[in-house]
């Protein structure tokens, strides 16, 4: 590395790092939760899961059992969510996809939009790194009708 670069690199780092922290919540923000208990606790009444995937994606696996079918990837899925939890921004809500990478994303985006209690079921439907998944542990799931 030349010596340019070697005084370059230490800024450029500093700077990507405070732009990072300035732009709100990253996508490892979100606190993490097992299906397991995202199923329990919207069983309960503890948590508002909401599966975020497409219409498609619903019909090919079937909805978790207890999870709202409102996709992220159609207009209208702030209204859509501000209505399922009547408008109180400080519920917990829980969002899962196929494998945890747009529960991720959508999570930093609803902490943006002022959402207080966001968890990540980053396993999602078909698993991942975080675990096996809803499917692979075998929860419940009810069919997706349109």
Do not use: N
Not at 48 to 53: E, G, K, T
Not at 76 to 104: W, Y
Request: proline letters at 5%.
């Amino acid at each position: 590395m030349t010596q340019r670069l070697r005084r370059i690199v230490p800024v450029a780092l500093l700077l990507l790092g405070l732009a990072m922290a300035l732009c709100g919540p990253s996508f490892a923000d979100a606190e993490k939760i097992t299906v397991q208990d995202a199923h329990a606790q919207a069983a309960s009444g503890e948590i508002v899961l909401i599966d975020v995937r497409t219409p498609g994606e619903w019909r090919d696996t079937g909805v978790g059992e207890g999870a709202h079918t409102v996709s992220m990837h159609l207009p209208g899925f702030a209204e859509k969510l501000a209505a399922i939890i009547g408008g109180d921004m400080s519920k917990t809500v829980a969002l899962i996809c196929a494998r945890g990478g747009r529960s991720a994303r959508m999570s930093a985006q609803l902490a943006r939009m002022g959402y207080t209690k966001i968890l990540d079921v980053a396993e999602g439907m078909l698993g991942s790194g975080h675990g096996p998944g809803w499917l692979g542990t075998r929860l419940p799931t009810v069919p997706f009708t349109d």
